[in-house]
């Protein structure tokens, strides 16, 4: 029987919210609150990661009311999936091309963000 270890790799995601500037999310990162057996895997970890990073702005609002987007070509994306896993994502590695955080309409309209 073979045994196969699996190095992690520290990943880079960038993630916009509203007309500030992108944040810089890093997967391995203990930094950001999360220690290191506890990585950034998929899409509700960024949202947590990010909700971290920009307390003043989302620090009040619940995960589960926040939603993360792409954006190609100028053209915003629907919502991801929570358990989309950031492997699967080709967008969002760089300032130029980060992700998109974004709040349900309820709470932007009600004065809450």
């Not at 919210?17 to 890093?26: A, G, L």
């Not at 991801?80 to 699967?88: A, I, K, Q, V, W």
């Amino acid at each position: 029987m073979k045994i196969f270890f699996l190095k992690m790799v520290n990943e880079v995601f960038f993630v916009k919210y509203s007309d500030n500037q992108p944040v810089k999310i890093e997967t391995l990162c203990e930094k950001q609150g999360i220690r290191g057996e506890d990585s950034i895997s998929d899409v509700a970890d960024v949202i947590g990661a990010v909700k971290l990073a920009l307390p003043s702005k989302l620090g009040a609002i619940d995960s589960d009311k926040l939603t993360l987007h792409t954006v190609v070509d100028g053209v915003e994306g629907p919502a991801l999936g929570p358990d989309l896993l950031l492997s699967d994502l080709t967008t969002g590695r760089t300032a130029k091309t980060a992700l998109i955080i974004k709040a349900r309409r309820e709470f932007t309209a009600a004065g809450i963000i």
